[in-house]
């Protein structure tokens, strides 16, 4: 999903893409390079000639649906997501670092309900000494391998 800064509506990014398209029906761009956290390498060129869209409903800007690193995460998600580490079997990681706490407190919440923890990250992070099993590894090419049965 995407939401909108200043009103708070969520499009679906299935949504959003569409209209990347309509507003964008002749754009191509070629990766110059990809950096470790995914994003690539475009051209100032590519850059400039691309449409952002903004919201449907009020025309403020729009971002990924996500906590990036310095944002808050509400409260209401922390809840959620206790509630489901509390009733797994296993806690599994896939790429952070862990360093700032709202990631990290999920680990702890696994370590006192004795969760097997299973981290995928390249490089090392805050809890690697608390993981059952500690995969260095590009999330992209482990996670395919993983059989969902």
């Known amino acids: 999903r995407v939401l909108c800064l200043d009103c708070g509506e969520q499009t679906p990014r299935g949504v959003l ?3 990347f398209q309509v507003l964008n029906p002749t754009w191509s761009a070629e990766a110059h390079g990809l950096a470790p956290d995914g994003d690539v390498f475009l051209t100032e060129e590519e850059v400039q000639s691309f ?4 919201c449907s409903r009020c025309g403020g800007p729009l971002k990924p649906d996500v906590v990036f690193f310095g944002d808050t995460v509400k409260p209401d ?3 959620f997501v206790h509630k489901r580490v509390k009733e797994a079997d296993s806690l599994l990681v896939v790429g952070s670092s862990l ?3 709202s990631g990290y407190r999920f680990i702890l919440t696994a370590r006192e309900k004795k969760l097997p923890i299973v981290i995928l990250n390249i490089g090392p992070t805050r809890s690697d000494d608390l993981a059952s099993l500690k995969l260095d590894s590009r999330c992209g090419e482990l996670l395919p391998l993983i059989d969902p049965r």
Not at 51 to 54: E, F, N
């Open 17 to 19: 893409q569409e209209r």
């Open 51 to 54: 449409q952002v869209p903004s």
């Open 99 to 101: 360093q700032v706490y």
């Open 77 to 79: 998600k922390v809840d």
